[in-house]
């Protein structure tokens, strides 16, 4: 008997996901893909147009998202079995995409014998499914399906968060944090930027969306935080794709968020974007202290000024009886002019920390960015000050890395 293919529908509104997922699968030759679909509508439509085995499905999507797609899908045809792949490895998206009927769920992008297997165990469960529904077409339809196994399921990994902070005011804290949010967003690394300089916080000055809700609305309600809420308090940058968290308007209102709901802001933050970005102010508040006892990464800027020098070397000391791991700090020069003798080699041996990436000083770039409220990294991305947030994105996507390894090195040799 010549076994059944897997009749494969992909359903993501990138092309460009469709087409890799599509090019990940064309060589097994027990599986087929029989369409794909650019939104969640048109997902449902192919799903009873095709009836195919699995549905592929994507959750961010324009009109129907992916979750509700399931929902209907299942609904109406209990035997299409769906394999939600997402870029965030939310367990509150996953616990949805449960209770919607999906079957498994992957982190984007999906490895390819990851991504093949889910098929195939998918596959065989429709074909079951399938068996079952022709013999006994009576029969409560929402009780098929088996409901997926948490050891079925992809690690989920949490977001990182990622803090800019200066002890010397005026360093570029805000302009680099903006950019570099902007460097890390992409479709698998969504990103959120939110700034805890809750006094006199100007994030939302450099990206022109003053004005809007701030931290104000989020900190009541930490203990009920729902991902749709969330969403919807903060800002979209839609030149960028970012969203924004920004400070309170007026500087008494600092005093109503506490550190406490502060943290539990950036905890959330964490389970629904891969980076949580957090501009700073020099002054260490309890809300900053505890931002940066909670972050994976700490961007510590600093100038080629004497002044900026003394306040890293006082931070420096005062992380290590924090007990900050070294290695948690990127330490970064900005506003860097090579006549000036000041080289980042000699700070590095000076604050025994090297200084890992160097900003040139361009005012004309970052100035004329910072009045017209449109950063650097969208319109001027390839000028030297855009190149060194690019190798500062990637030193810090690198030390996250080597975080992540060394931690969980004891748990492998176990
Ligand atoms: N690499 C650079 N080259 C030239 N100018 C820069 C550079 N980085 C920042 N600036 C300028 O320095 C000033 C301070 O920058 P920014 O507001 O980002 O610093 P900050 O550390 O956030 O300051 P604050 O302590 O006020 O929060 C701004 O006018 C900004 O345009
Ligand atoms: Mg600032």
Redesign the pocket.
Same mark, same amino acid.
């Given at each position: 008997m010549a076994v059944d293919k897997i009749r494969v529908l992909i359903v993501d509104d990138i092309a460009e996901t469709r087409e890799n997922v599509r090019k990940l699968l064309q060589f097994e030759s027990d599986v087929d893909v029989t369409g794909t679909a650019r939104s969640g509508k048109e997902g449902i439509q192919l799903a009873q147009e095709l009836d195919p085995d699995v549905v592929l499905m994507d959750i961010n999507m324009p009109d129907i998202d992916g979750i509700s797609a399931t929902e209907v899908i299942r609904e109406k045809s209990p035997h299409i079995q769906v394999v939600i792949l997402s870029v965030q490895g939310d367990p509150n998206y996953m616990r949805r995409a449960m209770l919607a009927g999906a079957r498994d769920f992957l982190t984007k992008p999906p490895m390819g014998d990851e991504l093949i297997s889910a098929i195939r165990r998918a596959g065989e469960m429709a074909h079951t499914e399938r068996a079952k529904g022709s013999q006994q077409r009576l029969g409560a339809a929402s009780s098929v399906g088996a409901p997926i196994s948490m050891s079925n399921l992809a690690p989920i990994s949490k977001g990182k968060i990622i803090t800019v902070y200066?002890p010397?005011? =005026?360093? =570029?804290?805000?302009? !680099? *944090?903006v950019n570099l949010a902007i460097a890390l967003n992409n479709e698998d690394t969504r990103t959120a930027l939110v700034d805890a300089?809750l006094q006199?916080g &100007?994030v939302a000055v450099?990206v022109n969306e003053q004005g809007k809700n701030t931290i104000l609305e989020l900190a009541p309600r930490v203990d009920e935080l729902e991902v749709e809420v969330v969403e919807e308090i903060l800002v979209k940058h839609e030149a960028s794709g970012i969203r924004i968290l920004a400070a309170p308007q007026r500087p008494e209102m600092a005093e109503k968020v506490s550190a406490d709901q502060f943290t539990k802001v950036l905890q959330f933050l964490q389970r629904m974007y891969a980076y949580v970005v957090v &501009?700073t102010?020099?002054i260490l508040t309890d809300v900053i202290l505890s931002t940066i006892d909670i972050s994976d990464v700490i961007v510590l +800027?600093t100038t080629q000024e004497i002044p900026a020098i003394k306040n890293a070397r006082l931070f420096l000391d005062l992380s290590q009886t924090m007990g900050i791991d070294k290695q948690r700090i990127v330490f970064a020069m900005?506003?860097?002019d090579k006549r000036i003798a000041i080289t980042p080699e000699r700070v590095s041996e000076n604050l025994k920390h090297e200084v890992t990436v160097t900003?040139?000083? &361009?005012?004309k +770039? +970052? !100035?004329t *960015? +910072?009045n017209r409220g449109i950063p650097f990294m969208l319109d001027n991305k390839s000028q030297p !000050?855009g190149r =060194?947030i690019f190798s500062l994105a990637e030193a810090v996507r690198a030390r996250l890395a080597t975080i992540e390894t060394e931690s969980e090195a004891p748990a492998a040799r176990r």
């Open positions: 200066s010397k005011g =005026g360093t =570029g804290c805000t302009t !680099i *944090a300089n006199f &100007d450099f &501009d102010s020099p +800027v900005n506003r860097y900003l040139p000083l &361009d005012e +770039v +970052v !100035i *960015a +910072v !000050i =060194g």
